[in-house]
């Protein structure tokens, strides 16, 4: 059974910081391009950072590019994204995705982690 699983959210303060955390199983984590997605209310669903199985290249939002920090282990199945700088507009739903595409397409979503950056 494939499960992502989501952990890390909360509340803080403009100018904070958060760690996300994304634990898979059920897969071969090791060959899977692993994201992190977020939606604010009345938003559609964006992509926030990416990083490819070997995490030797990753790729962020503009709007994050430079606070947000995508990383893996893949001896420990797991995801992370460091959030610095948090600001108020960075408030949404965040969600760990798993994507492999080998003729047919592999698509993991995890049931996400509430992030309020709010006074």
């Known amino acids: 059974q494939v499960r992502l699983v989501e952990s890390g959210g909360g509340l803080v303060q403009p100018g904070g910081s958060l760690r996300l955390s994304c634990v898979a199983s059920g897969f071969t984590f090791s060959n899977y391009d692993m994201r992190w997605y977020r939606q604010a209310p009345g938003n559609e669903r964006e992509l926030v950072a990416a990083?490819?199985?070997?995490?030797?290249?990753?790729n962020y939002a503009g709007s994050v590019k430079g606070r947000f920090t995508i990383s893996r282990d893949n001896a420990k199945n797991t995801v992370y994204l460091q959030m610095n700088s948090l600001k108020p507009e960075d408030t949404a739903v965040y969600y760990c995705?798993?994507?492999?595409?080998?003729?047919?397409?592999?698509?993991?979503w995890g049931q996400g982690t509430q992030v309020t950056v709010s006074s």
């Open positions: 995705n798993a994507l492999l595409t080998m003729g047919i397409r592999y698509n993991y």
């Open positions: 990083i490819m199985p070997g995490g030797g290249y990753t």
